[in-house]
């Protein structure tokens, strides 16, 4: 067929009938700033780029472009662009303050993450600057390809998984549509850890990040502030009023360093603040002096071991505390930065809620309330009423999910020791809300005890962050629905107006436009580049779902991309999949409720079909796994073994390696994801339903054109209705099949002895997988523990798991068909933009609006 631009399809006419407004229409926000662009239009120059690295290389690193190797010019280059953000948010300060002083219909918004996972910085920037043909074009000259330059940048140890990259890519969105946003966290000098698998097993290293992520971070020694802990604690009555005592606390000063946020196509630059804890108190001199040099080094050694490491483990008494101060800290230092923003910039707390949304993402950050509290009242002289009044109209809360022992508690004697004062507040918060809660319903006290912050030699954080906040979200269609229904029930039926869905959304220009450049240009040539900045238009794509020349180019882009993974796997792993195998994608956090052991099953299921039928005629399969588990989870830890000693056992079989491989992708980053997304064939998003509260990896993957193979949870509902049914394999339980058959008394051993396929997989755990057997997984299925066996009811899925998947694999030999599903699931993905979110969460939480558009 001849190329052509499509431009002119009567398809797309009729989608073009109708545009949307611009984002931002009707709002005070000032247009881009000339300054800003001024600043971009000078370091998108080749010329001054090149002088500004070429005297970053030799007055800094002593070297220069013929000389410097590509960890050099990564640090030279990235100085360069981190200079030009400095400029340029100098400028948007001058900016937005003037907004936010001329207007009531803006806010300052802050939002509040123990976890941010950015990635690599460079790539995001250039690409968001519009300077990436800038840096190619230097780099050709050098004859070096601009990845390699990329992939010196360590990702941001920063965070985790799906909830610090959501955050980040809110940051992005907010940034990208003007608001006037700052993030805010912990600078952790080792990140979650850097996974090795030896001999199957997930063995944890430092992640020392900071080394090659450093050059992002902006010191500013000059917005320190001092955090309290621990201390003699008492309270008197004076003047009617009453008053406290802290004497002899342990004092740390949080020292803040600055990311600068940038966005597609705009001069606004945001910040994330990350608070490095360090010592308050002078060295102790005369201890060293005397030969005492462990005495001498002990407080600065506690105060900086707040913020080593993301997430201490916390199985012992000690990780616990540390867990604890670290949220404190963060709250602490946040909220007095927060407030001193707002003084500066009005002269009056009277108007904090009106001109302030600060969003408390999980439960991590709770203690901005009691925190707010104290700070409003102990520093400002405020009233409770007043001060609360204030607090719960400023502060919003995501739950994020729906497991009860994810909800976090902490024990009242370690809050009491450790925070004396926000222990005493959160006691009044709570004494207030029984009597409030007692009288919405009248001689219930268990529910009111249910649903008080203080209970059972516990805080209940959950509790906190919706009783402190004005609203509370979930983050798909479904899990607010449950929210409502059950994790917070009693809270809806007092106070329905409160709760709201929000849900989750990806920074689509990084995950589509970035990861997967040709798909993109694919989509430039067919509804032009629009879509770039308004997600809305993406929809249009679907206009050329039977487009023969389209399905052809996005087939080829499928396989180019999985070529490119396959080659990764290579130079990582020393084997190559088969690019025309099936890339079956599970990439996500282990745990047990995401049933990575459900896939496993099957893996093993075909695994045995192939021994006993070695001529079978099949597509050949390859299964990526992408996976951490917890260091202490070691049921989780045992499931990653099992996936390794089943690639390795699999993969080393030439009787079956031609039609099977397990592929088991070690450190799975952000970095490596955005190789990973566009070569997926099939996303697998196989939780029990009713347990995901969202999913961003199932939004990832279907922005690049994958298939969902999944239950009906989290957003993969959503999912269902943007494609239809024809074009997503649901399987499994509905989430209240779920509930049912767990309260009717789920035997696992009955659906295991009357399925003859899953009955043999199961089994076959007990004899192993080279040499390594997994008896302890099979009696976690088969006999129960502490409550029932297969508690994620991996068994009683697992028949229509299979037919569901025997469904696709049909689906896929038809290349048009399959290709027309891709091209729908690429078209309706624009649902699940984060700038979509972020505009939710503007209009029906924060009530705010852009200062620049």
Not at 291 to 313: C, H, Q, W
Not at 770 to 796: H, Q, R, V, W
Request: glycine share 6%; net charge negative.
């Amino acid at each position: 067929m001849k190329k052509k631009t499509h431009k002119t399809s009567s398809d797309l006419k009729a989608v073009e009938a109708v545009k949307p407004e611009s984002p931002g229409t009707g709002s005070p926000a000032l247009q881009q700033s000339h300054e800003g662009d001024k600043i971009k239009a000078r370091y998108s120059n080749p010329a001054y780029f090149r002088e500004n690295v070429e005297q970053y290389l030799t007055n800094i690193l002593h070297t220069d472009l013929k000389t410097a190797d590509t960890s050099q010019l990564y640090k030279a280059i990235s100085q360069v662009i981190n200079k030009e953000l400095g400029e340029m948010r100098l400028e948007y300060n001058k900016e937005r303050k003037s907004v936010q002083l001329s207007t009531d219909k803006t806010k300052k918004i802050y939002y509040i993450c123990m976890e941010f996972l950015m990635g690599q910085s460079l790539k995001n920037n250039l690409y968001n600057l519009g300077q990436t043909e800038t840096v190619k074009g230097l780099l050709k000259e050098l004859n070096i390809e601009p990845e390699a330059l990329y992939d010196e940048e360590p990702d941001a140890g920063l965070g985790n998984g799906g909830l610090g990259r959501l955050a980040a890519c809110f940051m992005d969105a907010l940034t990208t549509q003007g608001y006037d946003a700052t993030g805010y966290s912990l600078c952790y000098e080792y990140g979650l850890f850097r996974q090795k698998i030896v001999d199957g097993w997930q063995v944890e290293f430092p992640d020392n990040w900071l080394p090659g992520g450093r050059v992002w971070l902006n010191p500013r020694e000059d917005d320190t502030f001092t955090v309290s802990f621990y201390g003699e604690y008492h309270e008197y009555w004076e003047d009617g009023k009453l008053k406290y005592s802290l004497q002899h606390p342990q004092t740390v000063e949080a020292v803040p360093y600055d990311i600068f946020i940038t966005g597609s196509e705009t001069t606004a630059v945001n910040k994330l603040r990350l608070w490095s804890a360090r010592n308050s108190a002078s060295f102790d001199m005369n201890a060293f002096n005397n030969g005492d040099f462990t005495n001498a080094a002990r407080n600065t050694n506690s105060a900086e071991m707040i913020t080593k490491v993301l997430y201490p483990a916390d199985n012992i008494p000690e990780g616990k505390e540390l867990r604890l101060k670290q949220q404190y800290f963060m709250v602490s230092a946040s909220c007095q930065n927060i407030v001193r923003d707002q003084l500066h910039l009005y002269g009056t707390l009277d108007n904090f809620h009106k001109k302030t949304a600060i969003h408390i993402n999980d439960t991590h950050p709770a203690l901005v309330i009691p925190e707010l509290m104290r700070i409003f009242m102990d520093d400002y002289d405020m009233g409770w009423d007043k001060a609360w009044h204030i607090v719960s109209n400023t502060v919003s809360y995501t739950n994020h999910t729906v497991l009860a022992e994810a909800l976090e508690k902490w024990n009242t004697a370690l809050v009491q020791s450790m925070m004396p004062r926000i222990y005493s507040i959160i006691q009044e918060i709570d004494r207030r809300f029984r009597i409030e809660a007692f009288r919405k319903f009248p001689g219930d006290t268990g529910k009111t005890d249910y649903m008080s912050i203080l209970g059972d030699q516990q805080v209940r954080m959950a509790n906190l962050s919706v009783i402190g906040s004005h609203k509370v979200n979930g983050v798909s269609q479904l899990h607010s629905q449950i929210l409502k229904d059950d994790v917070f029930h009693d809270y809806y039926l007092a106070d329905p107006d409160k709760f709201t869905n929000v849900t989750n959304g990806i920074a689509f220009r990084r995950w589509l436009c970035q990861s997967n450049p040709a798909l993109a240009s694919l989509i430039d040539e067919c509804i032009g580049s629009e879509y770039r900045l308004d997600s809305s238009q993406l929809e249009k794509f679907a206009a050329f779902r039977s487009d023969k020349y389209v399905l052809d180019k996005v087939d080829k882009i499928k396989r180019d991309n999985k070529v490119r993974l396959s080659n990764y796997i290579n130079r990582t792993m020393g084997f190559a999949p088969d690019p025309d195998s099936v890339f079956i994608v599970q990439a996500k956090r282990m745990h047990e409720y995401k049933r990575q052991l459900l896939n496993a099953l099957r893996i093993i299921s075909r695994y045995q079909m192939i021994l006993e039928n070695p001529g079978v005629d099949m597509r050949p399969e390859t299964y990526i796994f992408g996976a951490k588990a917890a260091p202490t989870y070691y049921h989780a830890k045992f499931i990653i073994l099992l996936l390794n000693k089943l690639a390795q056992e699999i993969n080393n079989n030439p009787a079956v390696s031609d039609k099977l491989k397990v592929v088991f992708l070690e450190n799975y980053s952000v970095s490596t994801a955005e190789k990973l997304m566009p070569a997926a064939d099939v996303s697998e998003q196989i939780s029990l339903a009713g347990k995901e509260a969202s999913g961003t990896g199932n939004m990832k993957m279907m922005i690049n054109g994958a298939i969902t193979i999944g239950t009906l949870d989290g957003a993969n509902v959503e999912i269902r209705q943007a494609v239809g049914p024809e074009n997503i394999f649901i399987f499994g339980q509905t989430a209240e099949e779920v509930y049912r058959n767990l309260r009717s008394g789920y035997n696992s051993r009955a659906v295991y002895e009357r399925d003859p396929v899953l009955k043999q997989a199961v089994d076959r755990l007990e004899i192993g997988f080279s040499g390594t057997e997994f008896s302890n997984i099979k009696d976690y299925l088969l006999n129960p523990t502490y409550s029932i066996a297969d508690p994620y009811m991996c068994l009683m899925d697992f028949k229509d798991y299979c037919r569901a998947h025997d469904d696709l694999s049909a689906a896929y030999e038809d290349r048009d068909r399959w290709n027309f599903m891709s091209v729908v699931n690429t078209a309706y993905a624009e649902r699940f933009s984060a700038d979509r979110s972020i505009k939710d969460y503007a209009e029906k939480i924060w009530h705010s609006q852009p200062v620049l558009k």
